[in-house]
């Protein structure tokens, strides 16, 4: 195996392979893969991300970000279906990730919950008919993070230029990589049997439903921060395969965000200010190693602290950041527990 094609692979394949290594040698092969793949990662997300920035506003780096980690999503899973339908399906995701946080924040509460849900599973539906590649995560925090970062006016006009290049870049990527893959699949055939006797229908409604009502909530209570109490949500109700219960992820995303939020006011107590913006890089170059979602969770904490401290400070920041997580983790228990007994027990094939 060529150095290259190591620095291709998800961390989690690389550690499998440290795993099997038979020498020291071969071992840090994989190892020092790794650590160079996270890192051309964090400088390409900074360049990119940045330069997006400058170009189109500071109020649209939330959507650069969404963009990019899209970018690098549809580098190795499609949608399962045609290119033609795919091309389609992909603006229609993007026209709903550029309008839709603009329109709930300022509907009436009942409206957004319904705005929500429905975007929210035409999202899913249209990206995720194989939840097991990890698409639902990817979309779901494009979602709720643009949901938390609405703009107006001349910023939504940037913004709309910014989603047209964006579409135009992630569509020639999704060609290029997937233009053989499904020639022969139509969306309408993923449409014509939807059932939620369907594990990954039943999965979509419930993580739509869910995630919708908690951010409807969040913006109608005026909760600072509410997009974390989303990220919670979603990442809980996106355990896939469908289960009737969602306690083991609760507990980890809980235990990821004391630590993490721990850990994050630790460094900024004992480095110089100097340092503090090298923590959100820190924390993605981290990310690179992380195989499991509690540590994934933990690390995550570092990109979102840091933008949040210098408005919060560095404790309103951590003691929000807990909270909100605590919340959403608290509905989604509640929510798939209530969903499964309402709705789950008569569809699902299988439960957990």
Not at 152 to 159: E, H, I, V
């Amino acid at each position: 195996m060529s150095f290259y094609e190591a620095l291709q692979m998800d961390p989690s394949i690389l550690k499998r392979y440290i795993a099997k290594g038979t020498c020291w040698k071969e071992k840090r092969f994989y190892w020092v893969a790794m650590a160079v793949r996270s890192v051309l990662i964090v400088a390409f997300a900074i360049g990119f991300i940045g330069g997006l920035s400058v170009v189109f506003g500071q109020e649209n780096t939330p959507f650069a970000v969404a963009l990019f980690c899209i970018f690098l999503g549809i580098r190795f899973v499609n949608f399962a279906y045609c290119m033609k339908d795919s091309l389609v399906a992909l603006a229609v995701d993007f026209a709903i990730l550029l309008f839709v946080p603009s329109i709930v924040a300022v509907v009436p509460a009942p409206v957004a919950a319904l705005v929500h849900f429905v975007s929210f599973f035409v999202l899913l539906f249209l990206t995720t008919q194989q939840p097991q590649f990890g698409n639902g995560g990817l979309y779901s925090f494009a979602y709720v993070y643009l949901t938390g970062n609405p703009v107006f006016g001349a910023a939504l006009g940037k913004r709309a230029l910014l989603a047209l290049l964006g579409y135009g870049i992630c569509a020639l990527l999704l060609y290029r990589k997937h233009r053989h893959l499904h020639a022969q699949v139509r969306l309408s055939h993923w449409v014509n049997p939807f059932g939620l006797h369907q594990p990954t229908h039943l999965w979509q409604v419930r993580m739509a439903l869910g995630t919708g009502i908690l951010l409807a909530a969040g913006q109608f209570f005026g909760v600072e921060r509410f997009m974390w109490m989303g990220f919670a949500c979603a990442s809980l109700l996106s355990e896939y395969p469908y289960a009737g219960h969602v306690t083991q992820r609760f507990w980890q995303c809980v235990l990821g965000a004391v630590v993490g939020s721990g850990l994050f006011f630790l460094v900024y107590q004992i480095t110089p200010a100097s340092f503090h913006s090298l923590l959100g890089p820190l924390g993605g170059f981290c990310l690179g190693f992380c195989t499991d979602y509690r540590y994934k969770t933990a690390v995550n904490c570092f990109g979102a602290l840091m933008l949040a401290s210098g408005i919060y400070g560095v404790q309103g920041a951590v003691a929000l950041r807990v909270l909100n997580t605590l919340w959403g983790a608290v509905f989604a228990l509640l929510f798939a527990f209530l969903f499964h007994q309402c709705v789950g027990k008569r569809f699902a094939k299988e439960t957990v």
